[in-house]
């Protein structure tokens, strides 16, 4: 694709190496970075995302899994960007692109991204397809655990509650950082909308620590 030739030459031209350094330290030296600060970036990246710029949809896959093999993480991100272009005509089979995303250089800030972003609009259009996150919920892998407690977090009081608690309920003993933090980002969310639910579930059910303050905070302070 010509254009990812053209993003990776400007994406280069704008390292910044003392930015690079500390990237990858907030990440735990696990990616490369060029050095892009997120504003600079977007701006990079808008020309690229503007509709007559962007790819067919039939080749959306093969572009997407290009980019996710490139070093730097900025490409990842862009990745992410490209897809939001694309998610209200997301087709039933792209949730195995996704999942391909999120099991491959999975770190928080790509698989947050994904959940909240593209797993989340996926289920708003194919939602009898929810086989998919019983099967995360039971896979071995954490970072699709993670997927099923969190993909929900836009939702508001659309929340599949009941969904959730279960899931939750699945690894409340789980001792993954990233899981006990996951159930509780997912319980607060839901508590903007349905506190007196997230309280009732919260006395009647033994979670992490963790799990347990992030979910009340707001119950709490309020």
Do not use: C
């Not at 280069?12 to 350094?21: A, I, Q």
């Not at 996710?68 to 990842?76: D, G, I, M, S, V």
């Not at 892998?141 to 899931?167: C, G, H, M, P």
């Not at 789980?174 to 009732?200: C, H, M």
Request: glycine share 2%; no cysteine.
């Amino acid at each position: 694709m010509e254009n990812l030739i053209k993003l990776k030459k400007i994406f280069s031209d704008n390292y910044n190496s003392s930015n690079s350094f500390w990237m990858k330290k907030y990440l735990r030296n696990k990616f490369e970075f060029f050095g892009i600060k997120t504003p600079l970036r977007k701006k990079i990246s808008s020309d690229f995302l503007k509709k007559k710029n962007l790819p067919k949809k039939e080749n959306l896959e093969k572009i997407v899994k290009e980019l996710w093999n490139f070093p730097e993480r900025e490409f990842q991100y862009f990745a992410i960007e490209l897809l939001k272009k694309f998610q209200n005509n997301f087709e039933k089979k792209d949730i195995f692109m996704l999942e391909y995303l999120i099991l491959n250089k999975s770190w928080w800030d790509t698989v947050d991204a994904i959940a909240s972003n593209l797993v989340g609009g996926y289920f708003k259009i194919y939602n009898e397809n929810l086989e998919i996150i019983e099967k995360w919920t039971n896979s071995e892998n954490f970072w699709l655990n993670r997927v099923a407690l969190i993909f929900q977090l836009k939702y508001k009081e659309k929340t599949n509650s009941d969904l959730l608690f279960s899931i939750v309920l699945k690894h409340s003993n789980s001792d993954e950082f990233f899981i006990q933090k996951a159930i509780g980002w997912a319980l607060r969310e839901l508590s903007k909308t349905k506190p007196y639910l997230v309280k009732n579930f919260v006395e009647k059910n033994k979670l992490k620590p963790l799990s347990e303050r992030e979910a009340l905070r707001i119950i709490k302070n309020s």
